[in-house]
């Protein structure tokens, strides 16, 4: 049973540049949610995607947009990156939205700035 | 907004000792509470959640947390640490009306000693 897989494990960037982060969810999960872990730092909610819609967003700018696809995987798209988005990026999936439904995380996507 | 604290960034304990990990947390009602582990270089793995009912719940490798409303606490417990339990720990809660969007605390880093 394959759990969530994240692509790729590591990624350096210019500031300036576009980057763009993949995600495929646990077999069997719909809904893929995304977080920032900066370094030292808890992980903070960036958005969260069902049935292909986001659905729940934190407090990041418009340069964070994402994408998910019918087979409930998901891109995170970063624009015009910045020294502060390096970070540990972590996609977890879970079955549906609710509170009672535990997310499962992936090992994560280290992205550096420069 | 809802908040969460860990006022430990670094504990040390040795090897058979006890361990407790502390959590607060500020948030107008009940909310839905959780720990995860992470290791280095690893995505978040979950220990144990709480939302509602007894107040002592039990988890993964010998972990229990004990949720005291009056307090706003959910502290994170192990009778006995091994080696192998070296790792960041964090507390996260979720509003219990609106999904499983988590905001993480801090983080404690665990150190054990042989």
């Known amino acids: 049973d394959a759990g969530v897989t994240q692509s790729p494990t590591h990624l350096i960037k210019t500031r300036g540049q576009q980057v763009t982060l993949r995600c495929s969810p646990k077999s069997g999960h719909d809904t893929v949610s995304w977080y920032q872990q900066a370094l030292g730092q808890g992980p903070q909610f960036i958005f969260q995607?069902?049935?292909?819609?986001?659905?729940q967003r934190g407090n990041f700018p418009d340069r964070f947009s994402g994408h998910q696809f019918p087979n409930y995987s998901s891109e995170l798209n970063v624009n015009a990156l910045l020294l502060g988005d390096s970070a540990l990026y972590l996609c977890?999936?879970?079955?549906?939205?609710?509170?009672?439904?535990?997310?499962?995380f992936g090992n994560g996507t280290r992205l550096t700035v420069t | 907004a809802q908040s969460v604290t860990q006022p430990d960034i670094h504990i040390t304990v040795s090897e058979g000792a006890s361990l407790e990990l502390r959590c607060n947390y500020s948030?107008?009602?009940?909310?839905?509470l959780f720990w995860y582990v992470q290791s280095p270089g690893q995505g978040l793995q979950l220990l144990l959640k709480y939302f509602s009912g007894d107040t002592l719940v039990q988890g993964i490798k010998g972990f229990e947390a004990e949720f005291k409303r009056s307090q706003s606490s959910f502290n994170l417990r192990k009778p006995s640490v091994h080696w192998s339990d070296a790792a960041e720990y964090f507390c996260a809660v979720a509003p219990n009306n609106a999904g499983n969007m988590l905001t993480f605390g801090g983080g404690t880093r665990l150190m054990v000693k042989p």
């Open positions: 995607y069902y049935e292909e819609e986001e659905r």
């Open positions: 948030y107008g009602a009940t909310p839905y």
């Open positions: 977890a999936s879970s079955l549906g939205t609710g509170a009672g439904s535990p997310l499962h």
